[in-house]
């Protein structure tokens, strides 16, 4: 894949993801074609009406219908939609389907904040990443939709409440941009005394420090593109949890997660029909079933964070094929963040 790297232009912001080339590809062919259409189309309407005008010595004549051109100029867009339809579908599968081999971060939108939680269980107001490793951003709301949005990267996203999206992106080069909701999500325009929707920070880096933002236009990040030694460097500022909890011979949120999601597990009464050592009961196992391929009743998915949820608090919809659809929802019967702790004891439970 190439890798662009072009500076902002009049129209768009600097290139700074391997996918950067191929949409601004897209947006520039549409845009020239508009304006070449444009030119024509209005060209020869404003020349032929001043040509054919009526004057003394001329009558303007309608010309009627001409069936041939008809024809032709409702053919012709034909092609050239079915060949923006390639090109825009492919770019929407390049860009939906993160490598296997992606880094994966946390990301917890609420009013107004951005929350990022690394691999190593540390977490961060602003989103770090090592320059040309795919990262895959898994992203869930606590309260009102958002939307996820990068310029220079060229990834948006929504960031719905109740499910789990996500999206992938390479960075191309290290440097820095802005990361903004996309998704009006409420919140006041002013104070009762006219003040600004946030409080200010004289610090540049950092206009809208986490936690001050009192409405959707103030809910700004910044994404940071390191070396990945500058990276590394920044796992470590950021706590690696994992050892600090461990010399305190406790465990480490990530752990944590997985540990309550053990303690949901027999409490919920998953136990009754899943096993996590790889024997059948009533229901799958659970042992090596995350990131699996499986086939259901409704064709072949993927076990993911979403498939997880799904099947927990609507067991019936994609069944695995040999199993009876047995099992009771458990909907209002278990919260979000509890989902996100069994699908962590889930993922822990590898082959
Ligand atoms: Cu969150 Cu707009």
């Not at 050592?277 to 979403?306: A, F, H, Q, Y």
């Amino acid at each position: 894949m190439n890798e662009p790297n072009a500076p902002a232009t009049f129209q768009l912001p600097e290139q700074m993801s391997t996918v950067a080339g191929d949409v601004d590809w897209l947006y520039y062919f549409i845009y020239w074609l508009s304006v070449v259409l444009f030119v024509l189309i209005v060209g020869a309407m404003v020349y032929w009406a001043y040509i054919y005008r009526e004057r003394p010595g001329h009558k303007a004549v309608p010309t009627g219908h001409n069936l041939t051109l008809e024809v032709a100029w409702t053919i012709a867009p034909l092609f050239v939609l079915a060949f923006l339809f390639h090109k825009g579908f492919q770019g929407y599968l390049d860009l939906s389907v993160a490598p296997a081999n992606a880094m994966e971060v946390r990301v917890n939108a609420k009013q107004w904040s951005w929350e990022f939680i690394y691999p190593n269980g540390g977490s961060s107001d602003k989103l770090h990443v090592p320059v040309h490793k795919p990262v895959k951003l898994v992203m869930a709301s606590g309260d009102v939709i958002h939307s996820f949005f990068v310029p220079a990267l060229r990834v948006k996203r929504d960031v719905v409440p109740g499910m789990y999206t996500s999206l992938w992106f390479e960075a191309t080069h290290t440097g820095k941009d802005d990361i903004f909701c996309a998704e009006y999500c409420g919140g006041r325009s002013q104070g009762p005394n006219g003040e600004l929707p946030y409080n200010p920070s004289d610090n540049p880096e950092d206009p809208f420090p986490a936690g001050q933002a009192t409405g959707h236009w103030a809910m700004h990040s910044r994404v940071y593109v390191e070396s990945q030694e500058d990276f590394d460097k920044f796992l470590k500022s950021v706590g690696d949890p994992c050892e600090q909890y461990l010399s305190a011979s406790q465990k480490c949120p990530a752990q944590v997660a997985s540990a309550q999601g053990e303690k949901l597990y027999t409490s919920k009464g998953c136990v009754a029909c899943h096993t996590t050592n790889g024997t059948r009961l009533v229901g799958p196992s659970w042992k090596g079933i995350w990131n699996k391929d499986e086939s259901t009743d409704k064709g072949t998915i993927k076990v993911d964070e979403n498939y997880v949820r799904e099947s927990i608090l609507d067991p019936q919809a994609k069944v695995v094929t040999g199993y009876t659809p047995t099992m009771p929802t458990f909907r209002g019967q278990i919260s979000d963040a509890e989902l996100d702790e069994v699908i962590a004891y889930i993922r822990s439970l590898k082959d």
